[in-house]
């Protein structure tokens, strides 16, 4: 019951960062009212007047859609031709990249690379936290998993 939930919540938060950097490969600024004011909070490089390309939001989005299947995989609220060998390393993989992506985050070298406002206030506050909550959801629901064959094959 727990598994489900967390993978419901986690594919949802997942899923609405897509929709978000889709919109945004497609032109949209949201929350915000110029390209240069977007890139400023979401890049965060020093000088940044525009949002990377196309194809580069694009590809974070189609990132994010494939990450939050892998959570309701791992949730078991979506079937798979693949088994359970596949799918738990996959969630650790991606439980590693996300609390990378968080710890990295709040290095003073990451945030001597990204220094603009309102990036650096928002990373503190807002993406590092949720790389880091994400990353523990993926490994929580990883261990969830009721086939512990996969740990066995994994470790052993």
């Known amino acids: ?53 196309m194809a580069a939001s694009g590809f974070v989005a189609l990132c994010l859609f494939a990450a939050s299947l892998w959570a309701l995989l791992l949730g078991r609220l979506v079937e798979a031709p693949v088994s359970d060998w596949l799918i738990a390393p996959g969630g650790l993989v991606l439980a590693a990249v996300f609390l990378i992506r968080g710890v990295i985050g709040v290095l003073p070298t990451f945030e001597r690379a990204l220094p603009e406002q309102p990036f650096l206030r928002l990373n503190r506050i807002f993406y590092s936290p949720l790389c880091v909550f994400i990353g523990l959801a993926f490994f929580g629901l990883t261990l969830m998993m009721p086939n512990w064959s996969w740990r066995l094959s994994l470790f052993g």
């Open 1 to 53: 019951m727990i598994a489900h939930f967390l993978s419901i919540l986690l594919s949802s938060v997942l899923g609405i960062a897509g929709l978000v950097h889709l919109a945004w490969a497609f032109g949209s600024t949201f929350p915000y009212a110029n390209q240069q004011a977007l890139a400023r909070a979401v890049v965060g490089r020093r000088g940044i007047t525009r949002m990377p390309s």
